[in-house]
């Protein structure tokens, strides 16, 4: 891999995936905000999960909760009391870290530190007009919670059976004591988890089936199988509900990081929304059977940590006929852009008028395509590396007809190799569907 922090940050943000959160304003640390290709690009990733993990699967279903949660969910789940970061304040400047990121003193400036305390990661805030205990609410810290929330609605509306699963996608918030390195560590974020609930006594073949489903959406993607690496997660480090964890590590620029987990939650969550709540969280798996309380089998992807592995799976530097380039080697799926439609020249009406027919033709199939006329088609097919663009397709004269057997044909042009074919303007749809 050639990527370095420094390039990925600024070609998402000079080339319009990624900006700083709030930039005009000095930013808010710890967010970031997706730009037209970076919204493009997440959404490639989540629609190509979910028709993975839900549609494609008979065992599955969506859903799609309020990020905003009755607090008691939270107390029930052992994120009030226990979702925190030990934090250290340094008590000459007063700067606050991670107490497991930092050894002795200050790195800022050398101060001492003072007591290690626990900090809670979750985001309170207030619903409603009257501002006293009872209005708390918390932004979701995990999308699992609105899952096991909902259980008993999924059952009685659809009766699975065991094993099945429910997924969401959505935003999650926590107030990390120091976000960094660009988006894999931000405050605000997405997330895509699974419940997968089984019976007691069988999740360990499921967890063995969900480890090789994050390997197969790791591939699918085009995330870079030899940079991830399992982690067996220790008794000590492993979340409060965990019995077993494995962490997927990637190995970003900046060191080898979780990407995703994968945890056996036990019946933790169901059994103690049970307890809170009084609502019995058990279900009939099968006639004549007493209702049994799930266990959870739980696979926890992050869409930002996604779009980074991803980045720096597919950012490539080549010499190029003895130029140098850098350029986004995304498949097909996740590429924000398909196809790129260029008129040769963009002051002649006829080359201008053919161009914007086939880009119509193209883009009623497959919607993202670009319209670029900007420059000459040496820096066209620049600028379309560098975001990633597949293909390149170009009307000249040709394709008007100037030599009769060309006629209807352009150059289709392949981004990792820089060659040029002639093809049908017919032919072009397959190519790049
Ligand atoms: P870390 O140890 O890096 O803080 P975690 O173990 O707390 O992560 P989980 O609680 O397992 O993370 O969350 C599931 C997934 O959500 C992670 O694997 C990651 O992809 C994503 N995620 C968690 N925290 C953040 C964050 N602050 N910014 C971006 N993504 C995050």
């Keep these: ?30 967010t970031w905000d997706y730009g037209p290709l970076g919204v493009e690009l997440k959404n490639n990733i989540k629609n190509l999960w979910w028709r993975m993990f839900v549609q494609d699967r008979d065992d599955m279903c969506g859903l799609d909760a309020a990020i905003l949660m009755n607090a008691r969910a939270w107390e029930a789940s052992g994120h009030v009391n226990g979702f925190s970061d030990p934090l250290v304040e340094c008590k000459k400047c007063k700067r606050r870290f991670r107490a497991d990121q930092v050894e002795g003193k200050c790195p800022e400036c050398d101060g001492s530190f003072g007591d290690v305390r626990q900090f809670n990661m979750m985001f309170k805030t207030q619903t409603g007009a009257t501002e006293d205990e009872s209005s708390v609410t918390y932004l979701r810290p995990e999308t699992a919670g609105g899952i096991f929330v909902n259980f008993k609605n999924v059952i009685d509306s659809f009766h699975p059976k065991l094993p099945f699963g429910i997924a969401q996608i959505g935003k999650a918030f926590r107030n990390e004591i120091a976000p960094r390195d660009f988006i894999f560590r931000s405050r605000e974020f997405e997330q895509m988890e699974i419940e997968y609930f089984v019976r007691p006594g069988e999740w360990e073949a499921a967890f063995e089936e969900w480890r090789k489903n994050v390997h197969a959406f790791n591939d699918a993607v085009g995330i870079l199988a030899q940079a991830v690496h399992e982690l067996e997660v220790g008794d000590t480090d492993r979340a409060h509900y965990s019995r077993r964890t494995i962490d997927f590590e990637f190995d970003f620029p900046f060191g080898r990081k979780e990407l995703y987990g994968l945890a056996y939650r036990t019946d933790f969550d169901l059994a103690a929304h049970s307890g809170v709540s009084g609502v019995p969280l058990k279900m009939i798996d099968a006639e004549g059977e007493e209702p049994v309380m799930p266990h959870v089998v739980e696979p926890s992807f992050g869409v930002d940590r996604t779009v980074l592995a991803l980045l720096t799976s597919a950012y490539t530097e080549d010499d190029l006929g003895g130029e140098m380039r850098a350029y986004l080697k995304f498949n097909k799926a996740v590429a924000p852009i398909k196809a790129a439609v260029f008129p040769l020249l963009k002051n002649k009406p006829e080359l201008v008028a053919k161009a914007r027919e086939v880009y119509s033709m193209l883009k009623k199939q497959v919607p993202q395509i670009m319209w670029d006329d900007n420059g000459n088609i040496g820096k066209r097919y620049r600028r379309q590396d560098e975001i990633g663009t597949p293909y390149c397709v170009t009307v000249d004269f040709d394709t008007l007809g100037e030599k009769t057997e060309l006629k209807d044909t352009v150059t289709i042009r392949n981004r990792d190799t820089g060659e040029q074919e002639r093809v049908s303007i017919e032919s072009l749809l397959s190519r790049i569907a």
């Design 1 to 30: 891999m050639t990527a370095s922090m420094d390039k990925i940050v600024s070609l998402a943000k000079r080339r319009g995936f990624i900006y700083p959160g709030s930039e005009i304003y000095g930013g808010l640390s710890g």
